[in-house]
């Protein structure tokens, strides 16, 4: 079974850190670009950031610049987004997806996680 599974959504304050993984099994991810993904209540699902199949190339939004990171360890066949200084405006559901180049257009992406709960609250 081809499957996505995230992890490390929380709840965190404001200005705290979470650390999200984004696992495959059934599938190798080394032919895969990946994409985070978030949706807060009554708002359309955002892109946040996508790390090429070799990890060469990597894109953020811009709400979250110079606070997230994404990376990619090929050999635990799991990607990462790092996220620092989280805001309140951070709060979403987050989803990892799978697509052969990074693409901004949700509906490309071949293979969806469940998502993870983040929530940044005091």
């Known amino acids: 079974q081809l499957q996505l599974v995230e992890s490390g959504g929380g709840l965190v304050q404001p200005g705290g850190s979470l650390r999200l993984s984004c696992a495959a099994s059934g599938f190798t991810l080394d032919y895969y670009a990946i994409g985070w993904f978030r949706q807060a209540p009554g708002k359309e699902r955002e892109g946040v950031s996508c790390?090429?199949?070799?990890?060469?190339?990597?894109n953020y939004a811009d709400s979250v610049k110079g606070r997230f990171t994404i990376s990619r360890d090929n050999a635990k066949n799991t990607v990462y987004l790092q996220m620092n200084s989280l805001k309140p405006e951070d709060t979403a559901v987050y989803y990892c997806?799978?697509?052969?180049?990074?693409?901004?257009?949700?509906?490309?992406?071949?293979?969806w996680g469940q998502g993870t709960q983040v929530t940044v609250s005091s």
């Open positions: 790390i090429s199949s070799s990890g060469g190339r990597i």
């Open positions: 997806a799978a697509v052969p180049l990074c693409t901004v257009v949700a509906s490309n992406y071949d293979y």
